[in-house]
């Protein structure tokens, strides 16, 4: 029979009889306690195995990282590549508008030469068409069955408006009249004197119309005889014709060969 005096005693016979060491544990241990190691052991492995995926996860994320590092780099680049584009545009936009102002201002100087030279040209026109027509006054009153005796001078004309009383005329309409581009004396079939207010242009418009029936007026009031209105270039707009179709005024057309540069 064993005797147990001491704690020694009982260590020394539990490590001889180590089921007896299980029945103790049994008697002094609960199930919970008993089993605790095997769940340790359990819950060591499964942690381990979240470790690991965890591990494997982190693994992941810096791959991600390092890749978005680099995405961020490129796109710092890209960026600043964009920023040297965008400044070379502002440049490029800013000398395209110094070019368009520039244009602008060589179109407006060239719409006024344009301008300028189709004014030149209409009083260069006009002005060969005065002459011609001046040329062609013989053809111009026997147009009307009537014979020209003489041209008036702007002298003449000066005459003829001091002379008679102008009170009720407005200077200027005076003026142009003195201005005239033809005034013609002449003789209708039956010898009896008239006169004849042409009005001169390229292109016979309405302002040559109501200078011409004018004049004609001023004539029949300062002289007391008939007068006849004519307009005459080389072709007249939509503003003559009514008047010509009323007979207050009469159309002499120039002939394009008497116009033509020699």
């Not at 110094?98 to 030469?113: A, P, S």
């Not at 189709?118 to 068409?129: C, N, Y």
Request: with cysteine; charged share 30%; hydrophobic share 35%.
């Amino acid at each position: 029979m064993t005797i147990i005096n001491t704690i020694e005693d009982l260590i020394q016979v539990l490590d001889e009889h180590p089921h007896w060491l299980e029945a103790l544990r049994a008697r002094l241990l609960t199930r919970e306690l008993i089993e605790l190691p095997e769940k340790f052991a359990a819950f060591v492995e499964t942690t381990n195995q979240r470790f690991d995926k965890v591990e494997h996860r982190l693994g992941t994320l810096e791959t991600d990282v390092k890749e978005l590092k680099t995405d961020v780099k490129e796109l710092k680049t890209d960026v600043k590549e964009l920023k040297t584009d965008v400044t070379g545009l502002k440049t490029d936009v800013t000398g395209l508008k110094t070019d368009v102002k520039e244009l602008k201002t060589d179109v407006t100087g060239l719409k006024t030469d344009v301008k300028s030279l189709r004014d030149d040209m209409g009083i260069l026109k006009g002005a060969h068409a005065r002459n011609v027509a001046v040329e062609d006054a013989t053809s111009i009153a026997r147009g009307l069955g009537l014979r020209r005796t003489r041209t008036l001078s702007r002298d003449e004309l000066w005459d003829l408006t001091e002379t008679a009383d102008t009170t009720d005329i407005p200077p200027n309409a005076l003026r142009s009249f003195r201005q005239a581009d033809l005034i013609m004396a002449a003789t209708d079939q039956a010898g009896e004197p008239c006169y004849i207010a042409v009005e001169i242009s390229f292109t016979a418009n309405g302002r040559d119309t109501t200078r011409a029936m004018r004049n004609a007026e001023f004539l029949t009031r300062f002289t007391g005889k008939p007068a006849y209105a004519v307009i005459a270039g080389l072709r007249q707009d939509n503003r003559t014709q009514p008047h010509i179709e009323a007979g207050e005024v009469c159309w002499h057309q120039l002939d394009p060969s008497d116009l033509e540069a020699d």
